[in-house]
C-alpha cells in the first residue's frame, strides 16, 4: 500500500487532511477524530450502498461505544435544499446528539457542503468529519470550511464557515466515480497549477494519463498537492476577505454558463461545473493575453493540457455573448468598479483585476 499523504491545514481551527488508497478501512484512522460518543453519517443514494455498510462496520470494531446512525439523501445537487438540511438535523435530534457528537460527510461535494452545514448550526455548532468520494471534493469542496446549500433563488445562498476537524480523502473510492465526474474534478486540480505554480502544470502534463487511468499514485500526488495550495490560501484567509478569491480562476466565466444554461448540467446535458470551469479558465487565460497581461502560448498550453484531460475548452453553442456577460454582471465577483476577473501575471501566478473593460470580455467571449 502506497504511504498516506498528510496536508495540514494551519490556524486556531487547524485540521489535517490525509490521502490514500484503502482508508475508509481503516478503523483508528477513521476513528481518531471523533471526540464523542455519537455520530451521524450523511451519504447519498449513490454512494451509501457502495461504502456506508463498510465504513459503520470499520467504526463499530474500532469503537464499539460509539451510537451511529445515518442520513442518506438522493443524490443531486438539486438535493442540496433546506428541506434536506432540515431533515438531517432531525436525525440528529433522534440520535440524541450532544454537542460533542460528530456528523460524518461520506460522499461529494453536495453531501460535504450539507453535512458541514448541519453541523455548523446543530447547537451553534459540532465537529464535521469529512470523508469526500469525488475528486472535486477531494482536492475542493471538503477542504476550508465553506458549507452551504441552495435555495430555488441561487446556489450556496445559505450558509456558514465551519472547518472540518479532518478530511479523510481514501483514493480508492475514486475508482467507482463516473468518468465524467473524474474529469470535472481534474478541472479544479489543473486551476491550481494555473493560479498558484507552472510546475505542477508540467507534472499534470507528464501524468495526464496516469491520473484518466485511475493510477492511485498519481491521483495522490495530485489530490496532496492541490489540498496544499488551497490548505496555503484558507490559512491565510480563512473567511474569503482577501485572494482566497483567487480560487475563483476560471469561476466567472464557468458560473455565467452554469446558470445561462440554467445549470443543464446537473441533470445530464449540458456543461457540469468542472467542465463550465475548464471552458472559464481558457477563456480568462485569453483574456489575460488579450489584456497585455500573459502570453497566448501560455493559453493555448492550458487549452491543451484541459483537451488532454477530456474536458470542453471552447463555449456551447447557444450561448450569446451579450447573455453570458449579462450573467457576470449579476454576479457576487461584479463590483460597481465593473467586471472582476482572476486574471494572469503568467502561468502560475495570478492576481484578482477589477473594472475590466466589457468590450474586452466581449471580444474573449465571440472569439
Ligand atoms: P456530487 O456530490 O453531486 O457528486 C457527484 C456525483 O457522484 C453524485 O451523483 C454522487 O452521488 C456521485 N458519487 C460521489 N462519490 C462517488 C463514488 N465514489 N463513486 C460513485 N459515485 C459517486 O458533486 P461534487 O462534484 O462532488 O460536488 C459539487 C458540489 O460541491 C456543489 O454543490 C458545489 O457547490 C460544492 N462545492 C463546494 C465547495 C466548498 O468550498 N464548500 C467548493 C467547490 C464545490
Ligand atoms: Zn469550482
Known sequence: MSAVRKVEVAGENGYSIEIGPGLLEDGARLSKPLRGRHALIVSDGN??????????????????????ARFVMPAGEHEKTLARFGECLHALAALGATRDATVIALGGGVIGDLAGFAAACWMRGIDCVQLPTTLLAMVDSSVGGKTAVDLPSGKNLVGAFHPPRAVIADTAALRSLPERELRAGLAEVVKYGAIF????????????????????????????????YKA????????????????????????????????????????????????????????????????????????????????????PPGLPPQALLARMRLDKKADAAGLRFVLWDRAGAARIVSGVPDQDVLAVLAA
Not at 502544470?201 to 489540498?227: G, K, M, N, V, Y
Request: with cysteine; glycine share 8%.
Open 197 to 228: 505554480d507552472a510546475t505542477f502544470l508540467d507534472w499534470l502534463e507528464a501524468h495526464a494519463d496516469a491520473l484518466l487511468a485511475r493510477d492511485d499514485d498519481a491521483l495522490a500526488e495530485a489530490i496532496a498537492r492541490s489540498c496544499a
Open 47 to 68: 454512494v451509501a450502498p457502495l461504502y456506508l455498510d463498510s465504513v459503520e462496520t470499520t467504526l463499530h470494531a474500532a469503537r464499539p461505544d460509539l451510537t451511529l
Open 232 to 315: 496555503e490560501v484558507v490559512a491565510r484567509d480563512p473567511f474569503e476577505r482577501g485572494d482566497r478569491a483567487m480560487l475563483n480562476f476560471g469561476h466567472t466565466f464557468g458560473h455565467a454558463i452554469e446558470t445561462e444554461q440554467g445549470y443543464a448540467g446537473t441533470s445530464g446535458d449540458g456543461l457540469n461545473h468542472g467542465e463550465a470551469v475548464a471552458v472559464g479558465m481558457v477563456l480568462a487565460a485569453r483574456l489575460s493575453a488579450a489584456l497585455g497581461r500573459a502570453s497566448l502560448a501560455d493559453a493555448e498550453r492550458l487549452q491543451r493540457l484541459l483537451q488532454r484531460l477530456g474536458l470542453p475548452t471552447a463555449i
